[in-house]
């Protein structure tokens, strides 16, 4: 029987692929922000191809932890702080949601402090780049449609290959960089242990499992799309940790080679000019622009979901400001402090990055300890989906090796 | 009157005034025409065991060391320290019904559906009522005052400040009469939801479904009638339609999908997996089944996919009088009642009039004498963009489809013709934010 026309035939199918694909590999990508690129850089230019070797260690945590969050957004279809919400109290919530505001909202004024710093490459005033990156964010978010802000990130995603690109221009030493990938090295002494930390504390970050989770039930994915999921998740850490280890390379080859120390983005994406030619500096401020604007639309909505996860408020993109008052207000008020904060005369905006790092450290260990006790929890994630004992102990062993280096980066940064 | 949140965690003394626990949970049943659940039992951590289990309750079980003690035990409930009429030993368990609430386990922190609002909301405090010394669930605390009073902060405001935020009556309190609670992975289901769900407007309660998202969304779906869920279900994007019925059992589905206008059904099960189409067309009454194939046959961007076969027709030979009888037999079927079609016996489009001109017509005319011959049609083949064109430019409230040789197959209503069109510039205008 000729039953119909309409139903997709195989090759659509793949269509279903790229109809998930999406949370993970936008997540793992605001995960290269402006703290990210300046740690990844100064890591680059102070203990050249010495770093390398964490990169794909780090790889295979941020999957281990992406994917819980993945699995529980499939399964449960609710955000992780409408979980937390729902199955630890009121209390834990209020204290779980009101640090992440702040390691948040400092995150949001690091991205800021990215789209000063990149503009100011080009020569163009903070007075003018920060507020005008300010209102189109929030016009994007607002005012724009569904399609115009899905182009826009898929656009943004690519052009973390500028980091790729800047990276190859420089002529590194390859087999170099494929020995350093693979041999764990390690230096006893304060700076390199500090900065290892910060990597870590960087590319593992708590607003990361709130956002994926969030944007999964979004998106209304459901136990059958965990396959396809799971991949979303995989390449987007796998892309977000290649983009890092191409701008620790651009900044190893060069800075590090010649002995250039830096201490931030910027000063990399300067002494590139003189070191591998006006191109690869270009390419240097593309991405970390890109990254800072990219991630200060993405952190203020996050956080604005999170809130009203937990709280039980009116949200969505999709309602009028006067139906979300408390959504919109969260959202704009992140983006006004954190894009106000950055036009006051601040001594040093590397404090902020530090101070957002050391919330993040502080709330990383309990947000990965509920997550395991939600991903335990038969009743929750049915027999299928719950986590069986390998998982278990590879997720409490990374579980424990990151709080204690995130235990000691807070240490480190306090005492500091 | 008391909040949960000032009850939870009071000690319990037995007869004796030896302290047995502290008070964990509160069980409140429907009782009778009263629509506000009554307080049956309370469930009391025994002291030597608290703290194994605080965390727990996600979970379904009730930790070892918690007991179920029946209300009519309770000497005072609003007192520093809860006193029993007897010792534990004496005192014969409550067993729960099915039915059975637990306040803090189902209902407190969750999402509840706010039916006055048309919002889904979570639950910060629940207050209690005394009527003849039984206590009620009288209201729901969805507002600031809830959250604070939780956290233990609302004492540190200062006491105007209190009063305004935690004013009886304020927009933060609604009443249990105006409230449908959603319960996930618990005993408690909502089986048969109250009239106050199945009286909302069914684009209402498509927005309430949205807002719960695939999971509870499919949950409170499956509990409608189909009727109901049908209307509900009309009112959502396509996609997320495929996504609520995934988990539904198939003969609930093929109730749902005779109830939906066959364009509808033909949308939702083209959006299926082929295997599950077919099984649920073979589990729907025969002629809604035939209805709906003939629809699928169609491509998807074409007049034939998008008309409805529902409409009127009579033929030329009958009486004004007639097609006003024909109307008002198939009326509640048609999915629009102001154009009549006429075909010959070989289902040939001849002509068309309105309700307007049939009811000026005299009883006995012949519609032959007043329709219109003149008739803008499309061909079952043509693109969406050509119905949407013509329905603009005529201002026509439906387009008929024929094939080659002028057979009527079905009509294009004017917002189905338009719905296709527009989605585009607003409709996804980022219906949830992250994709």
């Known amino acids: ?74 399964v449960t279809g609710k955000g992780l702080a409408d979980l937390i919400r729902e199955s630890l109290g009121v209390r834990v919530t209020a204290l779980v ?145 290649g983009v890092a280890v191409f701008i620790t390379i651009s900044c190893a080859a060069t800075l590090h080679a010649s002995g250039n120390r830096i201490e931030t983005a910027k000063d990399a994406a300067l002494a590139l000019r003189s070191l591998a030619g006006p191109y690869a500096s270009i390419l240097f401020a593309v991405g970390l622009l890109n990254a800072s604007v990219f991630s200060a639309a993405i952190l203020p909505l996050s956080t604005a979901y999170v809130f009203c996860e937990a709280f039980g408020w009116e949200s969505g993109v999709s309602r009028r400001i006067g139906e979300a ?44 300890v509920v997550m395991l006790i939600l991903v335990n929890n038969r009743g929750l994630m049915g027999e299928k989906f719950v986590n069986g004992k390998f998982l278990n102990t590879v997720s409490i062993t990374v579980i424990v090796l990151l709080t204690a280096l995130t235990g000691m980066l807070v240490v480190t940064s306090l005492a500091g | 009157m008391p909040y949960i949140s000032e009850l939870i965690g009071k000690p319990v003394a037995d007869v004796d005034g030896v302290r047995i626990g502290y008070l964990r949970d509160i069980v409140a049943g429907v009782k009778g025409a009263m629509p506000h659940p009554q307080v049956v039992a309370l469930e009391i951590m025994r002291a030597s065991h608290a703290g194994v289990m605080r965390a727990s309750r996600v979970g379904v079980k009730r930790p070892a060391g918690a007991v179920l003690v029946p209300f009519s035990e309770v000497v005072v409930l609003v007192a520093p320290g809860i006193p029993l009429a007897h010792t534990l030993a004496g005192i014969a368990p409550y067993v729960p019904l099915e039915n059975d609430l637990f306040l803090v386990r189902d209902i407190l922190d969750q999402q509840i559906i706010d039916v006055n609002g048309v919002r889904v909301v979570r639950v910060n405090d629940l207050e209690l009522a005394r009527v003849n010394g039984a206590f009620y669930l009288a209201n729901v605390d969805i507002g600031s005052a809830g959250l604070l009073r939780r956290l233990g902060l609302l004492r540190l ?51 309430i479904i949205s807002d719960l998202g695939r999971s509870d969304g499919s949950t409170l779906l499956e509990s409608l009638d189909a009727k109901t869920a049908a209307g509900a279900l009309e009112e959502v994007e396509t996609d997320f339609q495929a996504r609520l019925v995934k988990t539904m059992p198939d003969e609930k589905v093929a109730d749902v999908l005779e109830e939906m206008s066959p364009d509808e059904a033909a949308d939702l099960l083209a959006e299926l997996p082929e295997k599950r189409s077919e099984s649920l067309l073979d589990l729907m009454g025969k002629e809604d089944a035939a209805d709906v194939r003939k629809l699928l046959a169609y491509p998807e961007g074409s007049a034939g996919g998008i008309m409805t076969t529902e409409f009127i027709t009579v033929q030329a030979a009958r009486t004004a009088a007639q097609a006003m009888r024909a109307i008002r037999l198939s009326a509640h079927e048609a999915e629009t009642i102001f154009y009549v079609y006429v075909t010959d016996r070989k289902k040939k489009l001849e002509g068309v009039f309105s309700l307007k001109e049939l009811v000026l017509a005299e009883p006995k005319t012949p519609v032959a004498q007043f329709m ?52 585009t510039a607003w409709k996804k205008r980022l219906p949830r934010l992250y994709h």
């Open chain 1, 1 to 74: 029987m000729r039953f119909s026309h309409r139903f997709r035939p195989l090759a659509a199918r793949l269509a279903l692929l790229a109809s998930v694909i999406g949370p993970g590999i936008i997540t793992a990508n605001v995960d290269n922000d402006a703290g990210g690129i300046t740690t990844y850089s100064i890591a680059g230019a102070h203990f050249g191809y010495t770093i390398l070797w964490i990169m794909p260690l780090l790889a295979v945590v941020l999957i281990i932890v992406q994917e819980l969050s993945a699995r529980l957004g499939v």
């Open chain 1, 97 to 241: 949601v009101g640090v992440l505001l702040i390691a948040n909202l400092a995150n949001t004024v690091s991205e800021f402090a990215g789209v000063a710093a990149g503009m100011e490459i080009f020569g163009v005033s903070k007075f003018i780049s920060v507020p005008i990156a300010a209102v189109l964010v929030w016009l994007l978010i607002v005012r724009g449609n569904y399609r115009t802000v899905e182009r826009v990130f898929l656009v943004a995603s690519a052009i973390y290959l500028a980091y790729v690109a800047a990276g190859i221009l420089e002529h590194p030493d390859w087999p170099l960089i494929g020995r350093s990938l693979v041999t764990p090295q390690f230096h006893f002494e304060k700076g390199y242990i500090t900065i290892l930390i910060t990597i870590i504390g960087t590319t593992i970050a708590p607003w990361m499992q709130f956002y994926q989770q969030s944007a999964i039930a979004d998106k209304g994915l459901e136990p059958s799309d965990y396959a396809y999921e799971r991949i979303d998740v995989i390449i987007g850490s796998l892309f977000a940790i």
């Open chain 1, 325 to 368: 008052p408390a959504f919109f207000g969260i959202f704009t008020a992140i983006i006004v402090i954190g894009a106000g904060i950055i036009l006051l005369p601040v001594r040093s905006l590397v404090q902020m990055m530090i101070l957002s790092q050391t919330l993040n450290g502080i709330l990383l260990p309990l947000i990965l």
């Open chain 2, 157 to 207: 405001l200062p006491r105007r400040a209190r009063r305004s935020v935690a004013g009886r009556g304020g927009p933060g309190i609604i009443s249990w009469d105006d409230v449908e609670p959603i319960s996930k992975n618990r005993q408690l289901r909502l089986k048969v939801p109250g009239e106050k769900i199945t009286d909302l407007h069914p684009a209402d309660l498509a927005e």
């Open chain 2, 372 to 423: 219109h011959e003149r008739i803008m049609s499309v061909n079952l083949r043509d693109s969406q963009d050509t119905v949407a064109q013509l329905v603009s430019k005529y201002n026509l409230l439906a387009v008929p489809v024929v094939d080659d040789e002028g057979r009527l197959h079905g009509i294009v209503t004017a917002d189905d013709a338009l719905d296709k069109i527009i989605p």
